[in-house]
């Protein structure tokens, strides 16, 4: 099966290339020249792991190959993705001009039956919306080209985007004809023969049930975000909390992890577009709004802090930023919760030194000369007043305490992702903060 992808960048590219490797022809369409020359030449756009040694081999073995142009990769496909970005919009809704732009291309070049199908996260009746902008192409060409419209929403994480894609928990396609429930059972049978779900269910309810997801994994977020800040004012402990809840398999171990709040490119606009979705149904989603209003807040609690250790002046001081990206394994910087702490810190006077990994490169395009790059995690702590543990990437996990000590101005950490052994910690000498833990607190007074 010929498959062509609209949009190359993180759910595309994983699309068109875990595609390919199971055998189908692809090609990756994108508007970015540059980024598709770079493709083309095996250097890829983002950082995803297991991506590029599997980009390379079916490049080389001819099933996965890149174009700027959508009619050069129409001829010969039997269905089309649209995988482009649908940002939020100024009230907060899904934009959809790229999605409705390549369904007007689509409509405009192809010249037999083509399954269109909507990999973006798109609200309810966009799929309708898809469906009208062929028809008003084909119109205009004066010509009547069978076509069918298909909802398949995308689940994957970023950071292990290739896993999931080849090992779906399930894979949802919202259809309204048998042929393009045929064509997508086709298409996927090597990714549910270990027996993981194809969900097949109307069209509105797939691009619903992603939203729903999202928005459903943003609200245990805040949930446990709010409950940890609690934790903190009445003398409790969330990692204890967590493990006593998580327990019960009615709530479930996985993503109870209290922070610094959701970022990505995902969770904020969802949950904004789904509130919306509501808003313009006459709806008002009370618990997503309120989702919002903790995320909002939670993304300040690292530097409201600090700023309360050192009595509210940290003008002058030097702090250390540990990770910039929005989560461990990606470089993906958008609405990363780093960047409202960075800003806080500089507003305040501070200076900051920062060290990720993976994604420096982003982040300099977003920070530019405002903070220093340091070379690695102790470079950016040397002298500093502080360390602030942002990203839990693995290479954060396991410092040389003795050594980051020794390093520090002064021996303060403010851990952001519980990643610590607060108690610990302090038998090190560190005075430790993390989120909603009060038990370093207590040791701390005990020490002093
Ligand atoms: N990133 C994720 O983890 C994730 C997961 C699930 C779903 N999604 C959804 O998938 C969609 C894409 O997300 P992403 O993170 O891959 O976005 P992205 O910004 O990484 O990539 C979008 C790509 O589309 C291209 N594009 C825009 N208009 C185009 C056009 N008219 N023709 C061809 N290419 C065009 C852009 O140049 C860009 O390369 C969004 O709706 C997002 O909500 C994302």
Redesign the pocket.
């Known amino acids: 099966m010929k498959v062509v992808i609209?949009?190359?960048?993180?759910?595309?590219?994983?699309t068109g290339a875990c595609l390919a490797e199971v055998g189908t022809s692809v090609t990756c369409?994108?508007?970015?020249a540059a980024?598709i020359a770079r493709l083309q030449k095996g250097v890829l756009?983002?950082y995803e792991p297991g991506l590029p040694e599997m980009v390379m081999r079916n490049q080389a073995s001819g099933r996965l190959s890149f174009t700027?142009s959508?009619a050069s990769a129409l001829p010969g496909a039997e269905v089309v993705f649209i995988?482009?970005?649908?940002?939020p919009g100024e009230d907060g809704s899904?934009d959809l001009k790229?999605?409705l732009?390549?369904a007007h291309?689509v409509g405009q070049h192809m010249e037999h039956y083509l399954l269109l199908v909507t990999?973006?996260?798109?609200p309810v009746g966009t799929a309708a919306r898809v469906n009208r902008a062929v028809k008003e192409s084909l119109s205009a060409r004066q010509l009547i080209i069978d076509y069918d419209v298909a909802s398949n929403?995308?689940?994957?994480?970023?950071g292990a985007?290739v896993n999931d894609f080849l090992k779906p928990d399930r894979i949802v396609a919202g259809v309204s004809t048998t042929h393009a429930r045929e064509v997508l059972e086709q298409l996927y049978r090597p990714f549910v023969l270990n027996g993981h779900p194809l969900l097949f269910m109307d069209i509105a309810s797939a691009e619903m049930t992603?939203y729903a997801a999202n928005a459903m994994l943003a609200t245990r977020i805040s949930y446990m975000n709010d409950i940890a800040n609690v934790c903190t004012l009445v003398g409790a402990d969330i990692n204890q909390v967590r493990k006593g809840i998580g327990s019960d398999p009615r709530i479930g171990k996985h993503f109870l992890y209290p922070g610094i709040g959701y970022g990505?490119?995902?969770f904020p606009?969802?949950v904004k577009a789904l509130i919306q979705t509501g808003r313009e149904y006459g709806y008002q989603l009370r618990i997503l709004e309120a989702v919002e209003a903790v995320n909002e807040d939670q993304k300040k609690i690292l530097s409201d802090k600090v700023l309360r250790h050192f009595d509210g002046d940290i003008k002058g001081r030097t702090f250390a930023v540990w990770g910039l990206s929005f989560k461990p394994n990606t470089d993906?910087m958008?609405e990363a919760p780093s960047l409202v702490l960075i800003n806080s810190l500089l507003e305040a006077g501070a200076q900051v030194r920062v060290y990720d990994p993976v994604a420096m490169e982003e982040a300099l395009h977003v920070l530019g000369d405002s903070v220093v790059f340091a070379d690695d995690m102790y470079a950016a702590a040397t002298g500093a007043d502080a360390v602030l543990l942002v990203t839990e990437w693995n290479a954060f996990r396991m410092p040389d305490w003795p050594r980051l000590r020794s390093l520090l101005q002064i021996p303060l950490l403010f851990d952001g992702r519980n990643i610590y052994d607060d108690v610990q910690l302090v038998k090190h000498g560190f005075i430790y903060y993390g989120i909603g833990n009060t038990a370093a607190t207590a040791v701390n007074a005990l020490m002093q």
């Open positions: 609209v949009g190359t960048g993180y759910v595309g590219l994983v369409v994108d508007v970015d980024k756009p983002i700027t959508l995988a482009v970005g649908t940002p899904a790229y999605v732009q390549v291309e990999k973006s996260t798109v929403p995308e689940f994957l994480k970023e985007a992603k990505g490119s995902c606009k969802d993906d958008r």
